[in-house]
């Protein structure tokens, strides 16, 4: 599925969960670890030579974030997108789910020294879930609750608009639940022979009133006890742009504006909103790529992705 080779990559997918992350667990390290890493280890991205001035971390296919690094002052363009660099020239980049398979990056020094280069995007293969014998009002929403899923839409759309520099990002990822993994990211769902939106997060099954973790640090954006889809909805931001959202929550335990350490309890998982059993559905986005979650966190094993052994 790595079909292309302008920039040296290794010959792995970004769905085979063992292999993505053997070598370079990034999601674990913090940020200057993770750029001398990036020196030393098999390149994911060429460090491109002096002249270009950044360094890229991080899987180089649809749904994933890159961790980046410039010289402070820098500027920063993805497809003709201004990206956010900080005072330290840390900077990030996300692919949404069906990202092109190539993209320009140009960077232009404080200096003035431009460069542009163009990246590719490896694909990825998603798979299909067709659910059938739903009953019809689940598969489409009556007219009466339209406008509820469009204000709740436009309050998820804001909370993910948020731009600030804070890095928490930077300390990595870890999950927020345990349980089992019951859907992935990607995924394209049929429901009674009708394609609906593609599943953009990582389902984890727990009983109700299990704790949610928050993954990374971050600032609160949006807290709301009941959506029509998602029910009981957080959103964390962050920083630059990244934030994750927690779905069908039961209780939630911090408050729009509060700030959240790595590993603390920010919810308990439920089973609010439309779906058939307990469990947390966690998205992130860079913006608005939607990004897959299960890219920056260790590996986990589900049937279909074992996870390899580390040497
Ligand atoms: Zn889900």
């Known amino acids: 599925m790595l079909q292309?080779?302008?920039?040296?990559?290794?010959?792995?997918?970004?769905?085979?969960?063992?292999?993505?992350?053997?070598?370079?667990?990034?999601?674990?390290?913090?940020?200057?670890?993770?750029?001398?890493?990036?020196?030393?280890?098999p390149q994911q991205v060429d460090p491109v030579?002096?002249?270009?001035?950044?360094?890229?971390?991080?899987?180089?296919?649809?749904?994933?974030?890159?961790?980046?690094?410039?010289?402070?002052?820098?500027?920063?363009?993805?497809?003709?997108q201004p990206v956010m660099v900080d005072s330290e020239g840390r900077f990030l980049l996300g692919f949404g789910r069906d990202a092109?398979?190539?993209a320009v990056?140009?960077?232009?020094?404080?200096?003035?020294?431009?460069?542009?280069?163009?990246?590719?995007?490896?694909?990825?293969?998603?798979?299909?879930?067709?659910?059938?014998g739903l009953p019809p009002a689940k598969v489409t929403p009556p007219e009466s609750v339209r406008q509820r899923i469009a204000d709740d839409n436009a309050q998820v759309r804001r909370a993910r608009?948020?731009?600030?520099?804070?890095?928490?990002?930077?300390?990595?990822?870890?999950?927020?639940?345990?349980?089992?993994?019951s859907g992935v990211y990607g995924s394209q769902r049929v429901l009674n022979g009708q394609p609906r939106r593609p599943h953009y997060g990582i389902d984890i099954a727990a009983p109700?009133?299990?704790?949610?973790?928050?993954?990374?640090?971050?600032?609160v954006t949006l807290a709301h006890p009941?959506?029509?889809?998602?029910?009981?909805?957080?959103?964390?931001?962050?920083?630059?742009?990244?934030?994750?959202?927690?779905?069908?929550l039961d209780q939630i335990d911090v408050e729009v504006g509060q700030r959240v350490q790595q590993g603390e309890v920010i919810a308990t998982i439920g089973a609010t909103g439309r779906v058939t059993g307990p469990h947390?559905?966690?998205?992130?986005?860079?913006?608005?790529?939607?990004?897959?979650p299960e890219l920056l966190v260790p590996c986990r094993s589900r049937p279909a992705r074992p996870c390899e052994s580390k040497p």
């Open 161 to 181: 608009a948020l731009r600030e520099l804070r890095n928490d990002f930077s300390n990595g990822f870890i999950w927020p639940a345990e349980g089992r993994i």
């Open 49 to 80: 030579s002096g002249q270009a001035g950044y360094r890229l971390s991080g899987p180089l296919t649809q749904g994933a974030v890159l961790f980046g690094e410039t010289q402070p002052g820098a500027s920063i363009l993805l497809d003709g």
């Open 4 to 41: 292309r080779s302008s920039l040296r990559q290794p010959s792995r997918t970004a769905d085979d969960c063992g292999a993505d992350r053997g070598g370079l667990s990034y999601a674990s390290m913090k940020l200057p670890t993770l750029l001398l890493l990036s020196w030393l280890l």
């Open 226 to 248: 009941d959506m029509y889809y998602s029910g009981g909805t957080l959103i964390v931001d962050h920083g630059h742009g990244l934030s994750s959202t927690f779905l069908h």
């Open 208 to 219: 109700t009133g299990s704790p949610v973790l928050a993954p990374a640090g971050g600032v």
């Open 100 to 102: 092109e398979p190539q």
């Open 280 to 292: 947390l559905d966690w998205r992130m986005n860079w913006g608005k790529e939607r990004v897959d």
């Open 105 to 132: 990056l140009e960077v232009t020094q404080p200096d003035g020294t431009r460069s542009r280069q163009t990246l590719s995007i490896a694909r990825r293969d998603y798979a299909i879930e067709r659910i059938d």
